[in-house]
């Protein structure tokens, strides 16, 4: 069982900066890809980024390409994603999430394990 507790999230206005953090509760870093997941009112849950085990590989939704970057520290079982030139269609709830299977990285019902969620509201 892992649980993950996401922090970090806030207010900022349109072009400002967030860094996420997602901390587990025990190691991820023998196998368990980590990916960040948002979720808007009246929205579905999307995949933002993703990060393989050992950190080599990352992934990104198109919309979030050349902003957000992930990254993990296994020694402290954290992952993190730091968003910059934010904008107010990334205002969502965040998520964090861990699988230890395959498949597409950007599906949300891949994934085992879930945090509560960070609120992020980017203002215009």
């Known amino acids: 069982q892992v649980q993950l507790v996401e922090s970090g999230g806030g207010s900022v206005q349109a072009g400002g900066s967030l860094r996420l953090s997602c901390a587990a509760s025990?190691?991820?870093?023998?196998?368990?890809?980590m990916a960040w997941f948002r979720q808007a009112p009246g929205k579905e849950r999307e995949g933002v980024a993703a990060?393989?085990?050992?950190?080599?590989?990352?992934f990104y939704a198109d919309s979030v390409k050349g902003r957000f970057t992930t990254s993990r520290d296994n020694a402290k079982n954290t992952v993190y994603l730091q968003m910059n030139n934010l904008k107010p269609e990334d205002t969502a709830m965040y998520y964090c999430?861990?699988?230890?299977?395959?498949?597409?990285?950007?599906?949300?019902?891949?994934?085992?394990?879930w945090g509560q969620g960070t609120r992020v509201t980017v203002s215009s």
């Open positions: 999430a861990a699988r230890l299977s395959g498949g597409s990285w950007s599906t949300a019902n891949g994934y085992t394990y």
């Open positions: 025990t190691s991820t870093g023998s196998g368990h890809t």
């Open positions: 990060i393989s085990p050992g950190g080599a590989l990352t």
